[in-house]
């Protein structure tokens, strides 16, 4: 079930929060009734993040031990040609 509480609950029923993020769900915290962040346990950050983490540590990788350089043509015409068969 989606949790949405005020932001003032981070700071008033802070252990509340922290136990929900801890069983692996995000809690939505609303500010004046719009969105304004989202609290997410480290673990949940971190399954998020790692796959973005180690494809950008592999092009700097790839990047340090090649010195080809594409233009923006063929990097985007590559990604088109992908997409749309």
């Known amino acids: 079930m ?3 509480k005020p932001v003032s609950d981070l700071r008033n029923k802070f252990s509340e929060i922290e136990k929900i993020v801890n069983m692996g769900e995000p809690v939505y ?3 004046n009734g719009y969105g ?3 609290v997410l346990s480290l673990e949940a950050y971190a399954e998020l993040t790692d796959g973005v983490e180690t494809a950008l540590n592999q092009a700097d990788f ?3 031990n ?3 350089r594409y233009t923006h043509e063929e990097v ?3 990604i088109r040609k992908k997409i749309n068969g």
């Open 2 to 4: 989606i949790q949405i």
């Open 76 to 78: 985007f015409g590559k």
């Open 66 to 68: 090649n010195s080809r």
């Open 62 to 64: 790839a990047a340090e």
């Open 29 to 31: 915290l609303t500010k």
């Open 36 to 38: 304004a962040m989202v």
